[in-house]
């Protein structure tokens, strides 16, 4: 099953309770409820970062849709919406498009229509996830190759085994974000383990 949550916002139980408890799941996706503008808008100041999209009905009685939108947007939370209307028009459309709805469908919404607009409405959001996925996975390249770099510039520049060593576990600390770390060698008198350099190891 998907990561997603899709929010569902109508102010008709039975409508809300159909969309979230059957149809979002039998689609891939978990599901929230708010029967209203108001109670919509609470949730989402304290989930905001679990929700993924919004289906919002135009039609309620406490907070209409469009309303809902624009103040959701003057709070600064930036989640992609779907609007979902029995009494569409023209001007509905443009007023909701202007305020960054990804799709627009009428009622009574057929399935098939509702998961070509999530699909589409979410594409956006997928391909902004990857792109924070792959930033990330290059600066942990780019920090593994910074500090083997300098580790293979303290082997050229110095004949100092110690702070060769020494840099080699600092570096294995950082890169690994570990607590501690150690190089431990073998004595040849002895056969026995000791260390050879230490990081936020205790005496």
Not at 27 to 46: H, Q, S, T
Not at 111 to 121: E, K, Q
């Amino acid at each position: 099953m998907n990561q997603e949550v899709i929010l569902v916002v109508d102010d008709n139980h039975q409508i809300a309770d159909i969309m979230a408890g059957s149809i979002l799941p039998s689609l891939g996706y978990n599901a929230l409820v708010a029967y209203g503008g108001k109670p919509a808008l609470d949730l989402i100041r304290e989930h905001h970062e679990q929700i993924s999209l919004m289906i919002v009905d135009m039609q309620m009685p406490d907070l209409n849709g469009l309303d809902l939108l624009r103040k959701i947007s003057e709070e600064g939370y930036d989640i992609p919406a779907i609007l979902a209307t029995a009494h569409g028009s023209e001007q509905v459309a443009v007023d909701a498009f202007r305020l960054g709805v990804q799709d627009y469908l009428n009622k009574p919404v057929e399935i098939d229509d509702l998961s070509d607009a999530i699909t589409r409405a979410l594409s956006e959001t997928r391909l902004v996830g990857q792109k924070e996925n792959l930033a990330g996975q290059l600066r942990e390249q780019v920090s593994w190759l910074t500090a083997l770099s300098n580790v293979g510039r303290s082997v050229t520049s110095t004949l100092n085994l110690s702070n060769v060593l020494r840099r080699i576990v600092e570096a294995g600390v950082y890169l690994t974000r570990a607590d501690q770390g150690f190089i431990a060698l073998i004595d040849p008198g002895s056969d026995r383990l000791y260390l050879r350099a230490v990081k936020n190891v205790d005496e």
